[in-house]
């Protein structure tokens, strides 16, 4: 009998004078409404004491109210920056997040996410490149039913369906100015192939050197994998050059630490006789010595915009879909030579 007296959300309509579905909007901070409308909807539900019944709503949409992230994805630090912008937009909402790591590489990868999806009958997706980046998986999440966003470093979708960051302008931007600094021989540590992140990030480095009217020199450019490990074994590579870098681009924060501690081991000074800039500002940036200049990478904003998106289809198109990076100047990268300053 105590089940039958509990306020149900038509109780809330009808005391508010709404509709069910905005009842739902007001619960789960939909951006559609009027702050009256909303103040009023939130008095109502706060004087009656009610609670939705998340397992009937559930039921009745044949969907939980739940985000799946979906990655494959070797940079910890940057998944965990998603996690906590979406866990910001859903925080007080009915959602919440169901983390999903998988194998790119792995010949059941279709059949991984078309299960996951239909066991936990998720409400939303949001992909992470390089899964992102493809298109029938964001299809597979289509024909499930499933609303789908994802992140990128270019475009890969329409707004509604997007957040992206414009990582080519960022990393010459960053390039070009290690050039005004005076530095002619900027060594490059690429990202792994397959990202469409790693690929933005080069053409950014060769165009910020065409910018300073250098060339690139292959050998002071190599490959990593987002890792610290990939990181250091590619500071080795370029310090050991013929004529080494007097300054180092690497394509993520991870890896950077790596070429920094590769330095170390030689008995260099950072930035006296190497300047490093990293790309993501993350944790890792600004804990290590000296704090490494980074282009930041709105990681964070990308991430409670995209779960703004699944939770709300309905105003998607109205939120932004690109996010600007902006160089993060710290102590890792000074003027060359440095004496000159």
């Known amino acids: 009998m105590a089940d039958a007296q509990k306020p149900t959300i038509n109780d809330v309509a009808r005391l508010s004078g709404v509709s069910k579905k905005t ?36 039921l009745a949409l044949r969907r939980n109210f739940l985000i799946g992230l979906i990655h494959d994805n070797p940079n910890a630090q940057m998944v965990l920056g998603v996690q906590e912008g979406i866990l910001d937009t859903i925080r007080s909402t009915e959602f919440a997040l169901v983390v999903r790591p998988v194998d790119r590489h792995s010949p059941t990868l279709f059949d991984d996410i078309r299960r996951f999806i239909e ?5 939303g997706v949001m992909l992470l490149p390089p ?31 997007l957040v992206a960051s414009n990582d080519r302008q960022a990393v010459s931007d960053a390039v070009a100015w290690l050039a005004e600094l005076g530095h002619s021989r900027i060594g490059f540590v690429a990202g792994p192939e397959g990202f469409r ?3 933005e990030r ?19 450019m190599t490959r990593g994998t987002y890792r610290f490990e990939s990181g250091r074994a590619a500071g080795e590579q370029l310090l050991s050059a013929p004529t080494p870098p007097t300054a180092v681009f690497s394509s993520n924060d ?66 932004p879909s690109i996010f600007l990076s902006d160089l993060v100047r710290r102590a890792s990268a000074i003027t060359y030579p440095p004496e000159s300053r």
Request: charged content about 25%; glycine content about 6%; proline content about 6%.
């Open 202 to 220: 080069e053409l950014g480095f060769h165009d910020g050197l065409a910018r300073a009217g250098l060339k690139p020199d292959p050998a002071i």
């Open 254 to 319: 991870e890896m950077a630490a790596g070429v920094l501690h590769a330095a170390r081991e030689r008995g260099l000074d950072v930035p006296e006789d190497l300047s490093i800039i990293g790309f993501d500002d993350t944790a890792t940036a600004a804990h290590i010595w000296p704090p490494l200049t980074t282009v930041r990478w709105p990681i964070r904003a990308m991430a409670r915009t995209a779960a703004a998106k699944l939770i709300h289809p309905s105003s998607a198109a109205s939120e």
């Open 131 to 161: 899964l992102s980046e493809r298109d029938d998986l964001a299809q597979l999440c289509r024909d499930l039913g499933c609303t789908v966003v994802r992140m990128g470093s270019a475009r890969l979708d329409d707004d509604a369906h």
């Open 197 to 199: 992140s790693a690929r």
């Open 119 to 123: 066991q936990q009958r998720l409400y």
């Open 23 to 58: 009842v739902s909007r007001v619960i789960n901070k939909s951006p559609l409404l009027n702050q009256a409308t909303r103040e009023k909807v939130e008095s109502v539900i706060a004087d009656l004491g009610y609670v939705p019944n998340l397992q009937a709503r559930a």
